[in-house]
């Protein structure tokens, strides 16, 4: 197991008690463009996706092994999980969101808005309500790396919000890449990336609607892709240079610096405070004395 300095940079003194090991496990080496992190608490591993390679893979958190549990894939990237611990995902390649049941099959969640397909869902976020939120860019189809190209049959690339019944609403169509996605602690405030213009918006959640969209954070190094929370309510965000932290207010409070361009990233182990990065060809983990937000939050909230 190869061993990286990790180096927490701390650019606000709230950021000083953040802090973790002072290295990194690489504990998986082989891909071409790692996403799509979910820790699954039950079976104590993580899954991700390698989209170029068009795999999904598991890391087994009690060996330490790395195997492919899906291949081809339908170029999956984002992921999450459910309030019933099921595996949601955006499949670039068959451009639509889609469901694991407990029994292995696939539930089919969304894959058409006004009867037109999708570009290429990007990430996905569960709301306490059931509803489940995704952005829509065109990486999947602008080429054949990572996806299938093809023509958009949407105006653009949106936000989208599926009901529990399976209706689909467009919630945000000012974006021009909306990629990454969070809800703040008590869901009042959906954080979502602009991995074209290199930003973070926030929004405020009403019910199936959003209103306001200002701009939170600007990267600054490279583009923001996937983010998440942790149980204060700071934002954790990828970029080029590593993981960006913000303070609910806005402020950059310091960094994670990484060797490769992050891409998403995910808490798990059974505290939920090992952190693990999905990284261009790699995947970070170290243990850190932040503690990752829920996934999703049950329906008992
Ligand atoms: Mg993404």
């Known amino acids: 197991m190869e061993r990286i300095k990790a180096r927490f940079e701390v650019l606000d003194e709230r950021f000083a008690k953040v802090s973790g090991d002072d290295w990194m496990e690489r504990i998986f080496d082989g891909g071409r463009w790692t996403e799509g992190p979910a820790y699954v608490p039950a079976g104590r591993y993580l899954v991700f996706s390698d989209i170029p390679n068009d795999r999904v893979m598991r890391w087994d958190e009690t060996t330490g092994a790395v195997g492919v549990l899906r291949a081809p894939a339908d170029y999956a990237n984002g992921r999450t999980l459910d309030r019933l611990g099921r595996l949601v995902s955006c499949e670039q390649g068959t451009r639509r969101v889609t469901r694991v049941e407990h029994d292995g099959s696939v539930t089919v969640l969304a894959d058409r808005y006004r009867g037109n397909r999708f570009n290429s869902p990007n990430d996905v976020v569960e709301h306490a309500d059931g509803g489940i939120w995704f ?167």
């Open 135 to 301: 952005t829509d860019p065109s990486y999947g189809i602008d080429s054949d790396y990572e996806g299938v190209r093809a023509p958009s049959e949407l105006d653009g690339c949106h936000v989208y919000r599926i009901d529990p019944r399976g209706e689909v609403r467009r919630v945000a169509d000012d974006f021009d890449r909306p990629n990454g996605l969070a809800f703040s602690l008590d869901e009042s405030l959906l954080y979502i990336t602009d991995s074209e213009q290199g930003t973070i918006r926030v929004f405020r959640v009403d019910g199936d609607k959003l209103s306001g969209g200002e701009l939170f954070a600007e990267c600054g190094n490279g583009i923001f892709d996937g983010i998440r929370l942790d149980t204060q309510g700071r934002v954790w965000a990828s970029a080029a240079d590593g993981v960006h932290v913000y303070h609910p207010d806005g402020t950059l409070l310091g960094k994670l610096l990484v060797p490769e361009t992050v891409s998403n990233l995910t808490w798990g182990g059974p505290k939920r405070n090992r952190l693990f990065l999905t990284a261009t060809t790699s995947i970070y983990s170290l243990l850190t004395t932040a503690t990752g937000a829920p996934e999703a939050y049950g329906p008992s909230r």
